[in-house]
Nanobody, 122 residues
Framework: QVQLVESGGGLVQTGGSLRLSCTVS???????LAWFRQVPGKKREAVTA????????YYTDSVKGRFAISSDNARNTLFLQMYSLKPEDTAVYYC????????????????WGQGTQVTVSS
């Protein structure tokens, strides 16, 4: 099992930046990690994810060139660096872990953090 705890959300103006962190504990080397987000009334969507153990990544089109996923294995921490934030990026952001399946599919993920709110004001 793995446990995930996000931090770093908050309120930022359009064009600003934020970095989210996700501390991972447990059997971390068995899992691939990702960031999802969800707006009330909409489906949870994959923002960015590690596709495999080689570090290949996925980004949803709307964040390409603005967001970056990274990890510090020594500290068991996953990051999401967000630049040039837009009001449409406002959502609850979740980190998630999977052992297999499809990187962009919610049902592939075995563990979730509690979420952290990101609000981008116009």
């Amino acid at each position: 099992q793995v446990q995930l705890v996000e931090s770093g959300g908050g309120l930022v103006q359009t064009g600003g930046s934020l970095r989210l962190s996700c501390t991972v504990s447990g059997r971390t080397n068995e899992y691939l990690l990702a960031w999802f987000r969800q707006v009330p009334g909409k489906k949870r969507e994959a923002v960015t994810a590690y596709l495999d153990i080689n570090g290949n990544t996925y980004y949803t089109d709307s964040v390409k060139g603005r967001f970056a996923i990274s990890s510090d294995n020594a500290r068991n921490t996953l990051f999401l660096q967000m630049y040039s934030l837009k009001p449409e990026d406002t959502a609850v952001y979740y980190c998630a872990a999977r052992r297999g399946g499809t990187a962009t599919n919610v049902v592939s993920y075995n563990a979730w953090g509690q979420g952290t709110q990101v609000t981008v004001s116009s």
